[in-house]
């Protein structure tokens, strides 16, 4: 089953202006990743937020984690047509089984000039 | 560095066909995994491996084997092709460090069976 489900699935904004993408979870989790995807390419890890943190900047991403409400976020501040891409979290925990790392089904981001 | 490369780029299979895709990364990673993306479901594991010569099953490992001789290469066959596994598939490799365990992707391979 899902672990990680993005919200919305689609955003379309004007260039210059933020995207904010959300990332609900359903257990606990060690850390918390997004990735992007360009079109036809592999997913590009972006940044990553543990468990004990409750927000991380890097550059104009800043990703926010809620481990009471299991969900995060993550601001794309002043974004540019290069934004344009698939967004996904990711969570990853170890259980019983050993790793346990789900993909959620993503975020369409496009940012038109 | 090369990274994390896949080899084909792309493949057509007719159903019960077998292939072998490979992964290969030179980043001296100790975990590797397979994952395969359908439109609208993210990414899924199939398999993946915490070192050479282990392998585990992920969410979705049924029609698939893995092999990983050395630790620079990890293989995902499909014995017996068929229809539902056209997809485009994914690996990726990491070295986690505690509590972090960053993963790098190859470009993927888009595999259509008919």
């Known amino acids: 089953s899902q672990q990680g489900e993005e919200d919305p699935q689609a955003l379309s904004i004007q260039e210059g202006e933020n995207a904010t993408m959300n990332c609900s979870y359903k257990t606990s989790i060690n850390n918390l990743q997004w990735y992007r995807q360009n079109s036809g390419r592999g997913l590009v890890h972006l940044i990553l937020?543990?468990?004990?943190?409750r927000e991380k900047h890097s550059g104009r991403l800043r990703v926010t984690l809620d481990t009471s409400k299991k969900s995060s976020s993550l601001l794309i501040t002043a974004s540019r047509a290069a934004d344009t891409a698939s967004y996904f979290c990711?969570?990853?925990?170890?259980?019983?089984?050993?790793?346990?790392?789900?993909f959620g089904p993503g975020t369409r981001l496009s940012v038109l000039p | 560095n090369a990274g994390v490369t896949q080899t084909p780029k792309f493949r057509v299979l007719k159903t019960g066909q077998s292939m072998t895709l490979l992964c290969a990364q030179d980043m001296n990673h100790e975990y590797m995994y397979w994952y395969r993306q359908d439109p609208g479901m993210g990414l899924r594991l199939i398999h993946y491996?915490?070192?050479?010569?282990?392998?585990a099953k992920g969410e979705v490992p049924d029609g698939y084997n893995v092999s990983r001789l050395k630790k620079q290469n990890f293989l995902l066959g499909l014995e017996s092709a068929a229809p539902s596994q056209t997809s485009v598939y994914f690996c990726?490799?990491?070295?986690?460090?505690?509590?972090?365990?960053?993963?790098?992707f190859g470009p993927g391979t888009r595999l259509t069976v008919l």
């Open positions: 990726a490799s990491s070295y986690p460090e505690a509590g972090a365990d960053t993963q790098y």
């Open positions: 491996s915490v070192g050479e010569g282990t392998t």
């Open positions: 937020i543990r468990s004990n943190e």
């Open positions: 990711a969570t990853f925990r170890w259980d019983n089984y050993g790793q346990n790392f789900v």
